[in-house]
């Protein structure tokens, strides 16, 4: 395990290793790839391809590779580049940074990461009632429970203007779904929680905002 097991150097290629493991039970295949170069599509893609090699059929020609990907980005216009970088700049104008929220105890001068996880899940009743909500309201389910988490960290706070990192998939053609790599991109979302808008005001422009992030 430790012989397998262990970091990549990014100055070299390849940031994939596989290797197999003979077992009491059986002979186990062993994939390990950077996150820089694989992203939660790419596994069961590469897990499919694996399986249907080895039930000897013949793989699909790829349309295009990740250099296409890459290539295609590079070629942006620069009038769409100065379109987006304006766009940020508006959106976070005026923004503080951290928000300070109470804890238990002092925040560490550095981030060591460790930390705990609270698993719950809604029963049916209540978990029936956002469904109609969303229906009503428009809203995906991203965004009803976006917004949740902001209304709770505004509450927690004191502040009403609050950032959120949120991942955003950059699969945004057909042809990039069944394309290895990394397409996961990490985007603020920045929302307004003000006590005098009325719940159905805020959720439009939960919606608004997000969609806006995306486009």
């Known amino acids: 395990q430790e012989a397998f097991v262990r970091p990549f150097d990014l100055s070299y290629a390849p940031l994939i290793r596989a290797a197999l493991w003979q077992g009491t039970d059986g002979t186990y295949l062993l994939v ?25 059929e013949t793989l699909p020609t790829p349309f295009a590779s990740y250099k296409d990907y890459a290539y295609m980005l590079a070629q942006t216009p620069p009038e769409k580049k100065e379109s987006m970088l304006a766009y940020w700049k508006n959106a976070l104008d005026g923004f503080e940074g951290v928000v300070d929220i109470p804890f238990d105890r002092p ?58 990192g949120t991942p955003v998939s950059g699969r945004i053609y057909a042809e990039l779904w069944d394309m290895l790599g990394t397409f996961i991109g990490t985007m603020p979302l920045r929302l307004s929680a003000k006590n005098e808008m009325s719940l159905d005001e805020y959720f439009e422009n939960v919606k608004n905002a997000v969609v806006n992030m995306l486009d």
């Open 32 to 56: 390990d790839m950077h996150h820089i170069v694989s992203d939660g599509i790419s596994t069961p893609l590469l897990l499919r391809r694996l399986d249907a090699s080895y039930r000897g």
């Open 107 to 164: 925040r560490p001068k550095e981030y060591d990461y460790s930390g705990k996880r609270l698993d719950f899940s809604l029963d049916e009743n209540l978990s029936t009632r956002c469904d109609e909500y969303l229906t009503e309201s428009g809203l995906s389910p991203y965004m009803f429970f976006a917004g949740i988490f902001v209304l709770l960290l505004a509450k927690m706070s004191g502040s009403a203007d609050i950032t959120i």
